[in-house]
């Protein structure tokens, strides 16, 4: 099993429209979860970033973390253009500050 | 401004060819890593260092090497063994995080190495 998986293949929402990326991860120690999206030739940002389970939101972005079932999602709300990216999830590891990724979710958002 | 800056952003390796890869920060981070992203894939974790003059071999450190003699910096060096280097590199840092804490890592804008 993989340290982090996320499902496979792009994602093509309309403009508008709620893209939704799922995450799952197989440490169930672990404690740190994070988005970083990708533009395509640019490196990775930060976007999110959770730690508890439920809901945490900013701006159109919203990260869920369900920690029982090892789960972590991003909402993306009314969606851009300009959200047109791959959006990598990335877990802690152990007990310093590395981080598994996973391969990343290419999102094409249509006008 | 804060921030990391790689360079160069382009490299070319001939064969045999040990290259260098710059990444220097002045964020003040301790924390500073390497990743290696293929098409189509995720980061890879090369090696990563939480303080100076110490280092620890990431994932898929075969084939490099690294230093760490100040905080500022942490050179990469893709070395002839290293079969198929032709990758995005990214080098991160970010503050060290113990358990519980929670230091995001910052990126570089890479350097793209391929082969001649």
């Known amino acids: 099993q993989k340290e982090v998986e996320q499902n496979s293949g792009p994602l093509s929402v309309p403009e508008g429209a709620i893209a939704s990326l799922n995450c799952t991860y197989s440490?169930?120690?672990?404690?740190?979860f994070f988005w970083y999206r990708q533009y395509s030739g640019k490196s990775p940002e930060l976007i999110m970033s959770?730690?508890?389970?439920g809901d945490k939101e900013d701006g159109r972005f919203t990260a869920q973390l369900n920690k029982a079932s090892q789960y972590v999602s991003l909402l993306i709300r009314d969606s851009q253009p300009s959200d047109s990216a791959t959006y990598h999830c990335?877990?802690?590891?152990?007990?310093?500050?590395?981080?598994?990724f996973g391969k990343g979710n290419q999102v094409v958002v249509i006008p | 401004d804060g921030g990391i800056t790689q360079s160069p952003k382009y490299l070319f390796r001939k064969e045999g060819q040990n290259v260098t890869l710059s990444c220097e920060q002045n964020?003040?981070?301790?924390?500073m890593y390497w990743y290696r992203q293929d098409p189509g894939q995720g980061l890879r974790l090369i090696y990563y260092?939480?303080?100076?003059?110490?280092?620890q071999k990431g994932d898929i450190a075969e084939g490099y090497s690294v230093s760490r003699e100040k905080k500022e910096s942490f050179p990469l060096t893709v070395t002839s063994a290293q079969k198929n280097p032709t990758a995005f590199y990214l080098c991160?840092?970010?503050?060290?995080?113990?358990?519980?804490?929670?230091?995001?890592?910052?990126f570089g804008d890479g350097t793209r190495l391929s082969i001649l």
């Open positions: 991160a840092s970010s503050i060290p995080g113990g358990p519980g804490a929670d230091q995001p890592q910052h």
């Open positions: 440490d169930r120690g672990s404690q740190s």
């Open positions: 959770i730690y508890s389970n």
């Open positions: 990335a877990v802690k590891r152990g007990g310093n500050n590395r981080l598994a």
């Open positions: 964020l003040n981070h301790d924390a």
């Open positions: 260092s939480q303080i100076v003059n110490d280092f």
